[in-house]
């Protein structure tokens, strides 16, 4: 059971920091976006740690993939689609469903991956221009 609370316990986090990263992307705060986009992946690579170790044996994770072109999108909508991911992730945790809970939470990943990648090249483009 504790395993089940600490992983519901940094899922929750991730989304609330997630929530703070759309508010602040809807503000133009782009120190607050990147500060709580970060946080919300360390919280969300903390809760797949956990559910690696639950998971050690399944081979199945390399399969799973985002859809093609999420950084099409823009940072809303995917922050938002990592956002309904981690609800679904809660869900199936609370109707016992660990591995469907294990691939919600893993896709969402490649989404705030993405957008952490994209922070970077913007940054280095940045200063690149100076």
Known sequence: MLHYEKIMQSIKLSIT??????????????????HNLWRS??????????FSMKF????DTFKWKP???????????????AKELLN???KS???GNW???YKSAYI??????????????KKRETIKKK
Do not use: H
Not at 25 to 31: C, E, S, T, V
């Open 108 to 121: 969402a990943r490649y989404y705030l991956l993405e957008l952490q990648e994209d922070l970077a090249k």
């Open 56 to 59: 050690q044996d399944e081979s």
């Open 67 to 81: 859809k093609s072109g999420i950084n099409k999108r823009g940072s809303g909508l995917t922050l938002e689609a």
């Open 17 to 34: 920091y997630l929530e703070a990263s759309i508010s602040a992307l809807n503000q133009k705060d782009g120190d607050c976006f990147a």
């Open 93 to 95: 945790m609370t109707n």
């Open 41 to 50: 992946a360390e919280e969300l690579e903390y809760a797949l740690f956990l």
């Open 99 to 101: 591995l469907d809970a």
């Open 88 to 90: 679904e992730s809660r």
